[in-house]
């Protein structure tokens, strides 16, 4: 049986900072149509890797290909969703207004968004939840409503692939299932994610393929067969007879 066709392929990734190495040659293969995790202790160069195969921060070697090609060549393809953390949320905008962002990539400098971007902006507030707080100021959302808003943000753009920092953190428990909802969604349309994760427990419910990171790739490719006590315990630096964080024993 021939290989799944990737949608992302990463070879060779080395970044530091301050001389400092954060991630070491490492290699990834993102089937189309899965929901990547990558999962690893903090420190591990999680958002670190992500940001380097989105252009973000400029790795030391290596090279990533989206659909066989350059990011250059396919960027309106690409979706990024980060974390609430990087944002001010103070600035006076609403969540329209925010959503509808995600459309400026198809139209170009000149051309401001119509009718056909309305709809796709109105369509990812509807497809995570949030149509009734289109009126809101982004200030006045809680965490939960905030990843939603940036969630039908990257939605509204309308990506074959979609990159996730840390989608789940600091949650309610009513986003984390509209958020999980959206995942599914975007599987069977055959679009691809990758989420950056961080909670061991609900990683067999978000995902279906894992790669394992500690500064290098542990363990990568479906979640039966990469997420095992073994990798876990080796990305974690874990002996061998102590407990998992956050995994039942």
Known sequence: MSASPLACRV???SVAYRAEPVLRRVDLDVP???VMGIVGPNGAGKSTLIKAMLGLVTPLAGETAFFGRPLAAVRRRVGYMPQTTSVDWDFPTTVRDVVTMG???SLGWIRRPGR????RADEALRQTGIADLAARQIGELSGGQRQRVFLARALAQAPDVLFMDEPFQGIDAKSQQAILSVLRDLQREGRTVVIVHHDLATVR???????LLNREVIAQGPVDEAFTPEHIRAAYEVPGDGSLPGVAP
């Open 11 to 13: 070879r060779g990734l």
């Open 32 to 34: 189309e149509g899965s």
């Open 103 to 105: 459309t400026y990539g």
């Open 116 to 119: 056909a971007e309305r709809a």
């Open 205 to 211: 419910e978000a995902c279906d393929h894992v790669a």
